[in-house]
């Protein structure tokens, strides 16, 4: 059973920034071959909103509209741990931040993590 950590969120003024982590683990012999971690936002009353993605093989990375230009998503294989580094952040920004995993082509993230708050003052 693979499991998902988030950590890394917080409390930031507007302007501020923040990094996520999210670590897989598991079975001794994980390997995040074939897999997207994706993370996604949540506020009250409201879906999971995909934030960003990335191929774990390639990393090959996705962002959402509203987020290019001020935050990066990357992976350290080694580690098997995703980073979402948020820059410029604003209050719409704020939520619960969840990290997703998927099988390439499959149609819905099966693994979360347990997600992590990061608010945004103004």
């Known amino acids: 059973q693979v499991q998902l950590v988030e950590s890394g969120g917080g409390l930031v003024q507007a302007g501020g920034s923040l990094r996520l982590s999210c670590t897989a683990s598991?079975?001794?012999?994980?390997?995040?071959?074939?897999?997207?971690m994706g993370w996604f936002r949540q506020i009250p009353g409201k879906e999971r909103d995909i934030v960003a993605a990335i191929t774990w093989d390639e990393g090959i990375t996705y962002l959402t509209d509203s987020v290019k230009g001020r935050f990066t998503i990357s992976r350290d294989s080694a580690k098997k741990t995703t980073y979402l580094q948020m820059y410029r952040l604003k209050p719409e920004d704020t939520g619960v931040y969840f990290c997703a995993l998927k099988m390439r082509g499959a149609n819905s993230y099966d693994v979360w993590g347990q997600g992590t708050q990061v608010t945004v003052s103004s």
């Open positions: 598991g079975r001794s012999t994980l390997t995040m071959t074939n897999y997207v």
